[in-house]
């Protein structure tokens, strides 16, 4: 009888166990958020090491560029034409909607710590930052392209449209007031990050050059690159690496010098951009059916490892990866 009550339990634990493998998801290498921009129809889709698709989530809005990341199994997906923010939950695929200020346009979070700016008004913008449950929000004048932070300030770059004149502001994130509003040479930043306690900022506009700002003295420098446009900059240990927008190229500088290292051109061109260890995801458009082309290279030798082309889905194009 012990014999028979053992094996019947064998057997049942066998199945059980079969059942729970064969219903975990395969493994999320990247994901890619495709919308229209012109009606509320978008896609964020999950892909794995095979460039399959694991999971799509329709999305009723229009307008999402950016996926936010906030490495805990959270992403954030704010909608440039509307007043929403979606969230999805990786762990249980739950896609929710938040309502929020107008038009969100940029979205930027560390650990619990967000901050998030809107084209809120004809010529003034609203930077909001939130950790936690405390939320706080500040009008700046300008349109409010894009931010990041440190543990003191918030950094914004905005452009006064009417003046043609593009502004740095420093916010001060815990008594929430502007402590420095300073006029900037360059315009149309597309990526702006603090990198030892220096903040550089792109431009996408017909320049080619970056600008440097010393968190510490105040002070903004200016570097020339040997492309125009520069728009991302992907941080390592020892130097810099940045991207032009729409090109090929890519250009490493010296992270504490910002001396030329090496110019690099890749055999796609560069739409976005993500890094994993030694790896460089890199995102082309094929803006005629609205498919896209992902690159992974080898950060050391710059040789291409894989290569994934995108499902065209929809009306809709492509507009941002994620990697995990």
Known sequence: MRLRFFLQFLCI????????????????????????????????????????????????????????????????????????????????????????????????????????????????GTVEWQEGKTSRSWAVSGFPRIATFDQTYIYVFATIIEQKKPVLYVINRNSAKIAAAIPIKIDQANDMQVIDHRLFITSVANQNQIAIFDCKTKKITYQTLPELR???????????????????KLTKIDRKTYRILEQIELPQPVFKLKQKANELYVLSQIPANGQGLVGVYNISNWKLKKKYLLPTIRDTTVQDIVVF
């Open 13 to 124: 634990s066998i199945l059980l166990t079969s059942c729970t493998v064969s219903s975990l998801p395969s493994t999320h290498t990247f994901g890619a958020i495709y919308t229209n921009a012109t009606i509320p129809d978008s896609a964020f889709v999950l892909f794995d090491q095979n460039g399959d698709k694991n999971h799509e989530f329709e999305i009723p809005a229009m307008g999402i560029f950016q996926i936010v990341n906030n490495g805990s199994g959270n992403i954030f997906l704010p909608v440039q034409y509307e007043n929403k923010i979606y969230s999805l939950t990786l762990a249980n695929n739950e896609l929710k909607e938040t309502k929020s200020h107008p038009y969100p346009i940029y979205m930027k979070q560390t650990g619990n710590f967000r901050v998030t700016t809107f084209n809120s008004a004809l010529q003034a």
């Open 230 to 248: 520069p728009e991302y900059i992907v941080p390592m240990s020892q130097y810099l690496l940045i991207s032009y927008q729409n090109s090929k």
